[in-house]
């Protein structure tokens, strides 16, 4: 405990206001609180010690962060939150977007529902899911934007295996702020619509425009968007690096890469695949057209946005972008786990996720580039934290997650 290895850490911790203070005054610990870059005090004890110690980072030591020209390719969630994030840390971000309008990949499908997966057991797994969902949230919260509404969602146990998991969810967290049980007539009021099943509501998920957020996010003065812009090709010469895209070559100090499944034409990612899904939008109704907050089971149900209710999705191994009706009555068929009502859908969407084996995005540096992808089903809810380790990875800064959550997400893992 008192090994220079954790003072060294400690100090890598700090900033220039930083203060410590210890009941113990041993020489040993001085000595290394002096190497490490801290200044001391002896002050009066407490108890039976005569003395304790007191004092605080040196800030003339602390590494100011240089300010960098950075490259983020993706205006989607994953890239629009990490450029923002940068940007707000002073960095000159241009963002690489290849169609004519930003968030034109998955993340412009309709709306996104942010809520965690969350388990009874204690993994890495576990815990990225439930310190990204609370990281989301409150990182949603403090942009002020209209396109988050922070309505809650209300996840329904519709068959024996949810039931099972969300007793055991229960039975590990009997009192907790996260989440909250509702019987089927409690969550049918408080959603303003005749629900089928019980379920747990979890008040801080909310759903997103993320197209409108993005645009947001991106509005930001360190920003310069590119759009029309495919990026073609990363070169690292082990200093700098060198993007080429529609012909120009461009230097940057870093490159992150956000380009969900499209990110293995730039990289080569073993783990990555994708997945299509289609999304239906139904008419909105007087039957529930005031629903107050998503309704998620085996597919979802969202409140009126723009006229109409978004329902998914599918999960198919189709190749194209067409809009299929098998795919709408697939979804129209998991609404019956939510409620009886007739729908009418009046349009579709087609998006392809970026998914891994293990359900976890991919973090971290590959060939010297920062990947940020593979957010699969719920890149509203892992994006901003993902957003900030790469952030913190880039300013040399301590990561926002444990040890064995960051290996878990590493962008090598299935190399
Ligand atoms: C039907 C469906 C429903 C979903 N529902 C939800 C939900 O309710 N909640 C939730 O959280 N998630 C949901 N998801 C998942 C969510 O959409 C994704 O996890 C998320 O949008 C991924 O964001 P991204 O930024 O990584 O990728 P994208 O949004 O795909 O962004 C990547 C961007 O990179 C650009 N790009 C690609 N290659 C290049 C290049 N070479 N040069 C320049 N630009 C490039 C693309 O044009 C795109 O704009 C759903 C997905 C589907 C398919």
Redesign the pocket.
């Known amino acids: 405990m008192w090994s220079k290895e954790i003072f060294k850490q400690m100090y890598l911790s700090s900033h220039g206001d930083t203060t410590f203070s210890t009941f113990t005054s041993a020489r040993l610990i001085k000595n290394n609180l002096e190497e490490s870059g801290f200044v001391y005090e002896l002050d009066k004890g407490f108890s039976n010690k005569r003395h304790m110690l007191k004092g605080k980072a040196l800030s003339t030591n602390v590494k100011e962060v240089s300010k960098k020209k950075i490259a983020v ?7 629009s939150t990490l450029a923002y994030k940068l940007a707000q840390r002073g960095h000159r971000i241009d963002v ?4 004519d309008e930003l ?7 309709g709306v ?3 809520y965690p997966r969350l388990s009874a057991f204690d993994s890495p797994y576990a815990r990225f899911c439930l310190h990204s969902f609370l990281f989301a949230s409150s990182f949603y919260d403090s942009l002020n934007s209209n396109a988050w509404y922070k309505s809650g969602v209300f996840l329904m146990n519709h068959d024996d295996s949810s039931l099972k998991r969300q007793n055991s969810l229960l039975d590990a967290r009997p009192s907790n702020d996260l989440f909250e049980e509702l019987s089927c007539e409690e969550a049918s009021k408080r959603a303003g619509l005749k629900l089928n099943n019980g379920g747990i509501f979890f008040k801080k998920g909310g759903y997103l425009e ?1 197209k409108a957020l993005c645009q947001d996010l991106l509005s930001h003065k360190n920003i310069n968007l590119i759009l029309s ?3 073609e090709k990363i070169e690292a010469d082990g200093k700098n690096l060198t993007l080429v895209s529609e012909g120009e070559i461009s230097e940057y100090e870093e490159v992150c890469l ?3 499944y ?1 990110s293995e ?2 990289l080569n990612f073993p783990g990555l695949s994708s997945k299509r ?3 239906s939008y139904v008419d909105s109704s007087k039957d529930f057209e005031k629903l107050n907050f998503p309704i998620c089971a085996s597919g ?1 149900f969202s409140p009126r946005v723009k006229g109409s209710h978004v329902l ?2 599918s999960y198919s191994e189709v190749t194209n972008d067409i809009v299929l009706e098998d795919e709408h009555t697939s979804n129209k068929e998991k609404l019956k786990a939510i409620h009886d009502f007739k729908v009418n859908i009046v349009d579709g969407n087609v ?4 998914v891994t084996k293990d359900r976890l995005p991919l973090i971290g540096i590959n060939k010297g580039i920062y990947v940020n ?1 593979g ?7 892992s ?1 901003p934290l993902c957003a900030e380790i790469i952030a913190d990875l880039i300013d040399g800064r301590p990561l926002p997650a444990d040890h064995e959550v960051v290996i878990a997400l590493d962008a090598n893992r299935f190399n």
């Open positions: 390719i993706g205006s989607g969630i994953a890239g690489y977007e290849q169609n968030c034109s990949g998955v993340s412009g499908n996104l529902i942010t993320a812009s495919r990026v956000c380009a969900g499209a034409n730039l899904g289609q999304i979802y998914g999705s998006g392809f996720r970026a992808t957010h699969g089903s719920r890149g509203s809810t994006s």
